[in-house]
């Protein structure tokens, strides 16, 4: 009897075993909406912009089943034909999702506890809602006045309030290091650091479950690439047309310093950092230092107008290919106003400079 009961009890533990491996292999979607109408539910994804469609299926009375597998968790869409999505942090697990046609606010999902953690760290970040708004309104009428000194104070702002919402959500990954989704708004905020240090950091938060997720092979793909642009070493060559269409490289600068200023027309960040590059421009031009502006436009129109209405002196280069500009991809630029300062000797001595610290950095090294 007891080598009976004795094997009983391993049959269960090897089924119990296989249900859990199952559970964490796959992944079934069960949906019940009210007043929702027949139709066809879609489950999509967005990739490079464009929707992906994973799999669709008709409802019945407000009922779903979507059942697969994913490669690792990642943010997906439960789309509905005649109008409605539902962001959903898609892991291996069984979940549930309940909601109402006529109050999408009543939307509540279980079993997925990367969408737990996708909901909270949303929640946090909506606390900053509020203050975006001001300092949105606060920057706009100070441009329509020209208050540089305001303008100043916006810009501020917002960087504080940027660094908040990054540790904010780096935090969350270093308290929950196996969790995609923390990753996930990691990366949201997060992709744009040149900072070595600050890659490195947020690197080690990942757990090692997030190892093979392609967020974790984008840092550090791109701590490789800001190691090659860091402080200490050889700018990239520019090889860009003038408005004029003469070509015009950062190496025939060699023996000046030169400020690289990533900029665009249709930055506003940008612009208001114009008048006090002129000022420093025309201050420090005859000390051996020179200007190199790249705009990201792709209007040539537009382009020079802001060159001309800024007063914009020093030399302008573009490829008139927006965000896909060669020097962006070589100096691995996805945020503008961004800027390098580059030694007479081609060497990268600082990078992110606002005007501010850019004079004082002259004043220091231009005497």
């Not at 701590?223 to 860091?230: I, N, R, T």
């Not at 610290?357 to 005497?367: R, V």
């Given at each position: 009897m007891k080598q009976n009961a004795l094997i009983k009890w391993f049959v269960l533990l090897i089924l119990v075993g296989t249900i859990g491996c199952t559970n964490e292999s796959s992944y079934k979607i069960t949906g019940d909406i009210k007043n929702l109408p027949d139709q066809v539910v879609a489950l999509l994804k967005l990739e490079n912009r464009n929707w992906t469609e994973i799999a669709k299926t008709n409802s019945k009375n407000g009922q779903f089943e979507f059942a697969g597998k994913v490669a690792y968790p990642d943010l997906y869409y439960i789309s509905f034909e005649k109008g409605g999505r539902l962001p959903l942090f898609l892991e291996n697990s069984s979940i549930?999702?309940?909601?109402?046609?006529?109050?999408?606010?009543?939307?509540?999902?279980?079993g997925s506890k990367n969408h737990d953690m996708y909901v909270e760290i949303n929640s946090a970040l909506k606390d900053f809602d509020t203050q975006e708004w001001f300092l949105k309104d606060r920057y706009n009428a100070a441009r329509a006045t020209n208050d540089n000194i305001r303008l100043d104070s916006v810009a501020t702002a917002y960087k504080e309030m940027g660094e908040q919402q990054r540790r904010l959500v780096v935090e969350r990954l270093k308290n929950h290091p196996d969790m995609a989704a923390a990753a996930f708004f990691v990366y949201q905020f997060n992709n744009d650091i040149q900072d070595v240090d600050q890659l490195k950091e947020i690197i080690s938060f990942f757990g090692k479950s997030l190892e093979s997720t392609p967020i974790f092979n984008y840092?550090?793909?791109?701590?490789?690439?800001?190691?090659?642009?860091?402080?200490?070493?050889?700018a990239p060559e520019i090889r860009l047309a003038s408005p004029k269409g003469d070509t015009i490289t950062l190496s025939g600068l060699k023996g000046k310093y030169v400020l690289i200023d990533f900029w665009a027309s249709w930055c506003g960040p940008c612009r208001a950092e114009m008048p006090k590059l002129v000022k420093i421009y025309k201050t420090y031009h005859d000390k051996n230092f020179e200007?190199?502006?790249?705009?990201?436009?792709?209007e040539a129109e537009e382009w020079n107008q802001a060159i001309a209405s800024d007063g914009m002196t020093w030399l302008q280069v573009s490829d008139l290919k927006g965000w896909q500009s060669a020097a962006a991809k070589a100096y691995l630029v996805n945020l503008i106003p961004h800027t390098v300062l580059v030694d007479p000797n081609g060497v990268i001595v600082a990078k992110n400079l606002s005007s501010k610290?850019?004079?004082?950095?002259?004043?220091?090294?231009?005497?």
């Open positions: 549930m999702v309940t909601s109402d046609n006529n109050n999408w606010e009543s939307t509540v999902i279980k840092f550090t793909d791109r701590l490789q690439k800001v190691e090659q642009v860091a402080i200490g070493c050889m200007i190199l502006g790249v705009s990201f436009d792709d610290t850019l004079e004082a950095k002259l004043s220091e090294i231009l005497k």
